[in-house]
């Protein structure tokens, strides 16, 4: 259902302690990919879906948003490229606000997605992961 959910933080090495320690006692595992942030997910093997923790600032957040008092982004899993330009038609039909069209994400293999903000702002996410997700 999900594929990715993040949250800001204030302080990363006071969240990756704790986050640390929540995976371990879950028997998840957290990995660093930047310096300013890392995510929390099963494993290695098993990727996604994920947790993002990081300090730098979303380029989807609304302005006025900061750590701790931000709007969520939920990222749901998508099983084709169809699906996820269905999920933009439908959620801007139902009176979401366009935040990023279905397409190919920059620095992302295989990544294709579409954004929108659900009536309190959020940031909804529709994902497809797959060998074709970046071909025109």
Not at 4 to 18: E, Q, S
Not at 41 to 58: D, F, H, M, V
Not at 63 to 74: F, P
Not at 116 to 123: F, H, I, M, T, W
């Amino acid at each position: 259902m999900l594929d990715h959910t993040g949250i800001v933080v204030t302080d990363l090495k006071a969240a990756r302690r704790f986050y640390d320690a929540v995976a371990e006692a879950l028997g998840l595992q957290t990995k660093t990919l930047h310096p300013e942030f890392f995510i929390l997910g099963k494993s290695q093997e098993e990727a996604i879906p994920y947790l993002w923790i990081g300090t730098l600032i979303p380029s989807y957040w609304a302005e006025g948003s900061k750590a701790g008092i931000n709007q969520m982004h939920v990222a749901f899993r998508a099983d084709s490229k169809a699906m996820v330009q269905a999920f933009y038609d439908a959620a801007l039909e139902a009176g979401g606000t366009d935040n990023g069209a279905p397409g190919p994400r920059e620095g992302a293999d295989q990544y294709y997605g579409a954004f929108v903000l659900d009536p309190d702002g959020n940031n909804i996410e529709a994902a497809y992961r797959g060998p074709d997700a970046t071909d025109g």
